[in-house]
């Protein structure tokens, strides 16, 4: 069995896999040396791990990952993946994204997938039938489109998102909204039709904390796939076991 760890930008996320299934994910706000011990015990023959950070993390923790499993990776730029990466500057590639781009290829291979991860930043990833990945875009989130217009104004407000239907605003608040949210919409509906050109039968998958914003709202069709992430994270731990 396999724990996959993530931490991102704004939460942190645990997993345990057996084989390529994805039992249990847990948001905490920080994984610590303790959370090991209580899974280790829940869960007989957890000995893998993989970990995946955008940030710092506490040298005790890598410590414990060492020292308590029998194969500890941490993803790198040079960590060898199941998918040929065609990214030029790899060392600057998100491990998000790239991770999020072999889950996909778990979930459909020899497809053409765009994977759109709707976070802080929102990415679109593009992978090949043949398992190459192209490269992608990236644009501010939901949440950051809404902070930028309250801190670079001198007078609109901070507002937060909420469900709303219509074409325009009719009050500042409503017209914020209208802006962040229907552009939101239309950027991910026309980037999607855009890719669809250029790639045949593609899937569409979204993930990310945002992804339950786009229900009933895009034009295209798209499947939803929360765990996107940990699954590539697993599948690359085992891809690494098998080399």
Do not use: W
Request: some cysteine.
């Amino acid at each position: 069995m396999n724990l996959v760890i993530d931490i991102g930008n704004t939460r942190t996320k645990f997993s345990v896999c057996n084989r390529g299934d994805v039992l249990i994910t847990v948001p905490v706000d920080e994984f610590f040396p303790s959370h090991i011990d209580v899974l280790q015990l829940e869960y007989d023959g957890l000995n893998s791990v993989i970990l995946s950070s955008v940030k710092d993390y506490s040298a005790e923790l890598k410590k414990a990952l060492q020292n308590k499993f029998e194969t500890f990776i941490e993803l790198t730029h040079n960590t060898p993946l199941p998918i040929d990466n065609c990214y030029k500057s790899k060392e600057t590639l998100g491990k998000d994204r790239i991770a999020a781009v072999v889950g996909a290829f778990d979930v459909h291979p020899e497809t053409n997938v765009l994977i759109i991860d709707a976070g802080t930043a929102i990415t679109y990833d593009i992978l090949s039938a043949e398992g190459k990945y192209l490269g992608g875009n990236i644009s501010p989130g939901l949440e950051m489109r809404y902070k930028a217009l309250n801190q670079f104004t001198g007078k609109l407000p901070k507002i937060e998102k909420a469900e709303f239907n219509k074409l325009y605003g009719q009050t500042t608040e409503q017209a914020i909204r209208a802006g962040v949210q229907n552009g939101f919409v239309y950027e991910v509906d026309s980037t999607i039709t855009s890719f669809k050109e250029f790639y045949n039968n593609l899937k569409v998958i979204i993930t990310g904390g945002d992804a339950e914003f786009f229900d009933k709202k895009l034009k295209n069709s798209f499947f939803v796939h929360f765990n996107l992430t940990s699954l590539g994270l697993n599948r690359i731990l085992q891809h690494n076991g098998e080399i």
